[in-house]
């Protein structure tokens, strides 16, 4: 009777905690998008107070290398808390949508090389390669949930963290006439490119002063561009924070007021 009483126990426990874990995501239905024959795995929240009637903004979430899978849930865990409180969607009400990368793609198309001697990371993004086919994906996602009459199409946003900060910007910079507004977090794209984009899409560009994997210049070098062309930018960088600057940026009061600010 002691072992079942444990057991039962153990049981409930364990009940709790799946139940909790549902609650969690909850606000994040399971989705996916296939065009000729791929497939962009993707999970999306409605506003909260959804009214049919009415268009919403929309914000587009990617993540970074970690978060990779084709579970469809990984992609949440950075993010998916801070978009998903309740008191942020009472305030903003938006569609918001997480899409996966599967294993080994990337937002943007780029080259990783690591140099052995200074032990760093350094990262170039050819300006004439095509989009990743995850990438284009998305693109095509974007224009069919846009055409569904349900999106405020002069508020879309879009931001992410690390290689999904990459992705913000490769996106921005090819695709200006899409979003109101973007807030790339420890990301880089090129530079040279930055015209694309400014004047056309305010960004918030977030950084580590410390980061280690993606260094802090590639956001700097953003920031430099962006100023002599006279674009509107906001530049954050978090001395001695490493590469989960994005801790930093779901406290960081404001974000979600500069965004909805911002229209076509």
């Known amino acids: 009777?002691?072992?079942?009483?444990?057991?039962?126990?153990?049981?409930?426990?364990?009940?709790?905690?799946?139940?909790?874990?549902?609650?969690?995501?909850?606000?994040?239905?399971?989705?996916?998008?296939?065009?000729?024959?791929?497939?962009?795995?993707?999970?999306?929240?409605?506003?909260?107070?959804?009214?049919?009637?009415?268009?919403?903004?929309?914000?587009?979430?990617?993540?970074?290398?970690?978060?990779?899978?084709?579970?469809?849930?990984?992609?949440?865990?950075?993010?998916?808390?801070?978009?998903?409180?309740?008191?942020?969607?009472?305030?903003?009400?938006?569609?918001?949508?997480?899409?996966?990368?599967?294993?080994?793609?990337t937002w943007a198309p780029m080259k990783v090389t690591y140099d052995s001697t200074t032990k760093k990371y350094a990262f170039d993004f050819p300006p004439d390669a095509p989009p990743t086919k995850p990438t284009a994906l998305l693109k095509s996602l974007i224009d069919s949930l846009n055409a569904t009459g349900n999106i405020d199409t002069k508020r879309v946003y879009i931001g992410g963290l690390s290689l999904g900060g990459m992705g913000t910007f490769y996106m921005i910079t090819h695709y200006p006439q899409l979003f109101a507004a973007a807030f790339p977090i420890c990301g880089g794209g090129d530079v040279n490119a930055a015209g694309n984009f400014a004047g056309k899409v305010p960004v918030w560009i977030f950084h580590g002063g410390a980061d280690p994997i993606v260094p802090v210049t590639a956001s700097r070098a953003?920031?430099?561009?962006?100023?002599?062309?006279?674009?509107?930018?906001?530049?954050?960088?978090?001395?001695?924070?490493?590469?989960?600057?994005?801790?930093?940026?779901?406290?960081?009061?404001?974000?979600?007021?500069w965004l909805f600010k911002h229209k076509k």
């Open 222 to 257: 953003y920031a430099e561009k962006l100023k002599s062309l006279g674009a509107e930018y906001k530049y954050t960088e978090y001395a001695g924070v490493e590469h989960n600057s994005w801790d930093k940026v779901f406290v960081q009061p404001g974000v979600l007021e």
């Open 1 to 105: 009777m002691r072992y079942l009483n444990i057991l039962c126990c153990l049981l409930l426990s364990v009940f709790a905690i799946q139940t909790q874990a549902q609650k969690a995501d909850s606000p994040f239905s399971y989705e996916s998008y296939t065009r000729n024959g791929d497939t962009l795995r993707y999970r999306m929240m409605k506003p909260l107070h959804h009214d049919i009637h009415k268009k919403y903004p929309l914000i587009i979430f990617l993540h970074g290398v970690g978060e990779r899978g084709n579970d469809n849930k990984a992609q949440l865990k950075h993010g998916g808390s801070w978009l998903g409180n309740d008191s942020l969607r009472e305030a903003f009400p938006a569609y918001v949508i997480f899409p996966q990368l599967p294993v080994p793609e």
